[in-house]
């Protein structure tokens, strides 16, 4: 009877240390592409929980103050979908080059995340060929 308990109080261990929240993000990078100074700089990280438990993203932190960015408000359960909002200063003239770091119970509990690209001056067009 002792081994029968045993047994079965091992196997409950593993299976809970199995049991994790997954962050799976649909692109690990945002590409701005070349944008006009003052634009929308709102973009967004779109990731699902592939995990078997909740995941709660606890903080989400920029690598400058230049690049604001907001977790989701609550847990994402099991199987759903959903964003973290980058916010850039597009009034910040030249390359863009920002980490986003996500803390969370995920399996993997810090994730980094890029945006890239590049705010051109005024007066110069996207649609203007460089030379």
């Known amino acids: 009877m002792k081994k029968l308990a045993l047994i079965a109080l091992v196997t409950l261990v593993s299976f809970a240390a199995n049991a994790q929240a997954k962050i799976s993000f ?3 990078t945002v590409d701005y592409g ?3 100074k003052g634009s929308d700089g709102i973009r967004v990280f ?3 929980n592939t995990g078997d438990q909740p995941l709660i993203i606890s903080d989400v932190k920029s690598s400058c103050g230049c690049t604001v960015p907001k977790k989701p408000d609550g847990p994402v359960a099991a199987g759903a ?3 973290i909002q980058v916010k850039y200063d597009t ?3 030249g390359p863009i080059r920002k980490t986003i770091t996500v803390y969370s119970n995920a399996d993997e509990p810090i994730k980094a995340l890029k945006i890239k690209g590049e705010i051109l001056p005024e007066g110069k067009s996207v649609l203007e060929k460089t030379e």
């Open 26 to 28: 649909k692109t690990e």
């Open 34 to 36: 070349e944008i006009a």
């Open 46 to 48: 779109e990731f699902t």
């Open 81 to 83: 979908t959903s964003t």
């Open 91 to 93: 009034n910040r003239v």
